[in-house]
């Protein structure tokens, strides 16, 4: 990770400083920076790609239709999204314009690359147990490198920091699927990669205890 800017020691300093981000170009035409949401400590850290456009003009992650998928995703694997600190590796909307509507464009290695910085503050700030990396891009500004979701969704690993990462694809995929049963087939791999998740947290935390107890007892 980057190192933390020391002047940004909460939530709300950090989103001050992504709105007032002009590390790339993506700022010039979004409505707003959209900031991380979420408790101020949490197990599971969520990484999606960049806002949409409903979360560009709301401010708030994953609030649209992929959000929606997200939400129950989450409820079918067990994990609580109160609980659940959600963020993007963008935190700008990169979009073309189509007449009167805004279309989704996928930002590029350098446009992650500048808004890594924020990510890391998030990181090192909510000090999530469990990272879960929505799709290639959120697996790139996670750890700056270009992961294959095929090759890694199966399995957690573990970051630097020990901090287990699980890629997944991002919400947004299945609803690009026409096929009813392929769109069911898609969904409930999504809601095992995200079970997957929550116990590779309990493992962590179980050992965590375990160690703990160990520790007390050599005393």
């Not at 800017?5 to 981000?21: G, M, N, R, W």
């Not at 408790?39 to 990484?47: D, E, K, N, Q, Y």
């Not at 920091?161 to 997944?168: I, M």
Request: hydrophobic fraction near 40%.
């Amino acid at each position: 990770m980057d190192a933390p800017q020391t002047s940004i020691k909460s939530l709300k300093a950090l989103a001050a400083a992504e709105a007032a981000c002009r590390r790339c170009p993506l700022y010039r035409d979004a409505t707003q920076a959209v900031p991380g949401e979420g408790p101020g400590r949490a197990a599971f850290m969520l990484v999606g790609e960049q806002p949409g456009d409903r979360e560009d003009l709301a401010g708030k992650p994953f609030v649209g239709p992929a959000g929606r998928i997200l939400d129950q995703a989450l409820k079918d694997a067990g994990i609580d999204r109160k609980e659940t600190y959600v963020t993007n590796a963008v935190k700008h909307f990169k979009h073309e314009m189509r007449g009167k509507r805004r279309l989704h464009k996928r930002p590029n290695n350098y446009e992650v690359g500048r808004c890594k910085i924020w990510l890391d503050h998030e990181r090192a700030l909510v000090k999530p147990a469990t990272i879960i990396a929505l799709g290639v891009t959120a697996a790139r500004g996670v750890t700056g490198k270009t992961l294959t979701i095929a090759k890694l969704r199966k399995t957690p690993f573990d970051l630097a920091d020990g901090t287990k990462l699980v890629v997944t694809v991002h919400p947004s995929s299945l609803l690009r699927i026409e096929d009813e049963g392929d769109r069911h087939a898609a969904y409930a791999a999504f809601v095992a990669d995200l079970k997957a998740a929550r116990e590779a947290a309990e493992d962590s935390s179980l050992h965590g205890a375990d160690a703990s107890a160990r520790k007390r007892a050599a005393r």
